[in-house]
C-alpha cells in the first residue's frame, strides 16, 4: 500500500504494487540494492573511492563504476573528500535517489515510500539493466502511479525485463543521461561563457548578459527561447556541439555558492 505523503515543494508520486522476481535475490543483493536506494547518488572520484572499504559492493562483485556509480559507503569517515558534485548523478544514471528497492523477502522491487521520486520509469531501467539483469534474474509485474494531480495517473509494466508500458523507457534513460545537443554557434557562446566564468550559466540572467558581452547574441537568444526545457537540461547535463561532438558540463552553482 502507497505510504501517505504530505505535500512539500516539489511533485510526489505514490505507487501501488510490486514488480516480481523470479527467484528470491541473496540476502547481500538485497542489503546492497536497500544501500544503494538510501543512499545519494553523487558523482565522486573514483581514483579516491580505491582506499575506501564498501563490503556490499564488494559482495555482489560490482566495480566502483564510472564516477563511483556503484559505491554505497558513503558513511565512511573519508568519503566526502571523493565528492566532485554533490548535486549531480554519476555518468549513466538518471538522478540523484533511486526509490526502488527490493520488498522485505527479496522476491521483487517495490517503491521505498519516500516523496518526490523523479524519473522514476529511468531508474527502473536502470536497475534492470545494471543489476537485475546483470544478475542473471527476470523481473515481471505491474505497478500503479498516481500523480498529486488528478489526471496523472497510470501504470508500469514490466515482462522478462523489459518495460512495455509506457513505450520508451530505454531511450528515456539514455536521453536523461546525454548532453543536450545544440547547434555549433550556440554551442561555442555557451562555452565561451563557461570559460569566462564557469558559474554564470546556472543564472540565465546573468548568462545572457555575459553572452552579449561576449559577442554571442545568437547564444542569448538561444537561451530566452529555450529556458524551460532545453537550457535548464542542458544546466543539469552538460551541453553537446551537435556538430564536432565536444561536450562540457556547466557549474550548477550560482555565483558565491561553491
Not at 517495490?110 to 542473471?136: C, M, P, R, S, T
Not at 508500469?156 to 513505450?167: D, G, H, M, R, S
Not at 537561451?223 to 544546466?235: M, Q, S, V, W
Request: net charge negative.
Amino acid at each position: 500500500m502507497p505510504v501517505p505523503q504530505k505535500k512539500f515543494m516539489g511533485y510526489t508520486t505514490t505507487f501501488t504494487g510490486n514488480f516480481e522476481l523470479d527467484r528470491p535475490l541473496y540476502d547481500f543483493q538485497v542489503l546492497y540494492l536497500l544501500e544503494f536506494a538510501r543512499t545519494r547518488r553523487v558523482k565522486r572520484n573514483e581514483a579516491m573511492l580505491t582506499t575506501i572499504p564498501d563490503s556490499l559492493r564488494d559482495a555482489v562483485s560490482l566495480p566502483l563504476g564510472n564516477e563511483g556509480c556503484y559505491f554505497i559507503n558513503e558513511s565512511h569517515p573519508e568519503a566526502d573528500a571523493s565528492i566532485i558534485d554533490d548535486n549531480r548523478p554519476p555518468k549513466g544514471q538518471p538522478g540523484l535517489y533511486c526509490q526502488w528497492q527490493p520488498i522485505f523477502n527479496g522476491r521483487g522491487i517495490e517503491w521505498n515510500g519516500h516523496e518526490k521520486f523523479y524519473k522514476y520509469i529511468e531508474w527502473l531501467q536502470y536497475i534492470i539493466v545494471n543489476f537485475i539483469a546483470q544478475w542473471d534474474y527476470e523481473l515481471n509485474g505491474t505497478v500503479t502511479w498516481q500523480g498529486e494531480t488528478a489526471s496523472d495517473i497510470g501504470k508500469i509494466i514490466v515482462v522478462k525485463n523489459q518495460i512495455i508500458e509506457p513505450y520508451g523507457a530505454e531511450a528515456k534513460l539514455k536521453t536523461i543521461t546525454s548532453p543536450v545537443t545544440v547547434p555549433g554557434n550556440i554551442w561555442q557562446g555557451l562555452y565561451a561563457v563557461h570559460l569566462h566564468d564557469s558559474h554564470v550559466l546556472a543564472s540565465w540572467i546573468a548568462a545572457l548578459h555575459s553572452c552579449n558581452e561576449l559577442g554571442h547574441p545568437e547564444t542569448a537568444k538561444w537561451i530566452e527561447d529555450n529556458l524551460i526545457g532545453l537550457y535548464g537540461a542542458g544546466i543539469n547535463r552538460g551541453f553537446q556541439n551537435q556538430e564536432t561532438g565536444e561536450a562540457f558540463i556547466p557549474n550548477c552553482y550560482p555565483m558565491g555558492a561553491s
